[in-house]
């Protein structure tokens, strides 16, 4: 945690009626500093509570994956500014055929719909993937779902 990242959730602490929070990490949405600001305002207007990721960048990573109720993550702006604290309330690993109307409406993106949703996590995970010499499978594509609350901004 930077020294930025320390003051906000110092102010977290005192604004919060929460006994010794836990910190997780610090994160932004997606790849580029236009991705992290458009998804965090999203996040920012309650329009976005849910998030995808690919298993394998965690374990790549080594990177633990996100737990129910345990821990609070500072949400990072593209500027890396810390722009809200949030808790993950529910985290469930599905393939990526068969995400959801629900997981989809959560998430915040473009219309809300699942065709929408396929086709914008297509693309990113379909680059990611390449970035990292993996081949892409759809059909073998393991990947956890997030619903989080904002519990500080």
Partial sequence: MNAIEKAYWQKFEA????ESPIFGSSWSFGATAEMADDLGQLVLEGK???TTSAVV???????????????????L???NEPIAI??????KRFMFNDV???????????DL?????????????KTA????????DEDKLALLYEEFEVVYK
């Fill in 129 to 136: 993937f390449i970035k990292e010499n993996l081949v892409y």
């Fill in 113 to 125: 719909s699942v065709a929408y949703w396929q086709a914008v996590h297509r693309a990113f995970f």
């Fill in 86 to 91: 949030l808790q993950s309330k529910k985290v």
């Fill in 77 to 79: 702006n593209g500027s």
């Fill in 57 to 75: 960048f965690y374990e790549l990573e080594g990177i633990a994956f996100p737990t129910e109720n345990k821990v609070y993550d500072i949400l």
């Fill in 15 to 18: 604004a919060a009626d929460i």
């Fill in 48 to 50: 976005k509570t849910g």
């Fill in 100 to 110: 959801t109307e629900e997981m989809a409406r959560l998430e915040g993106e473009g």
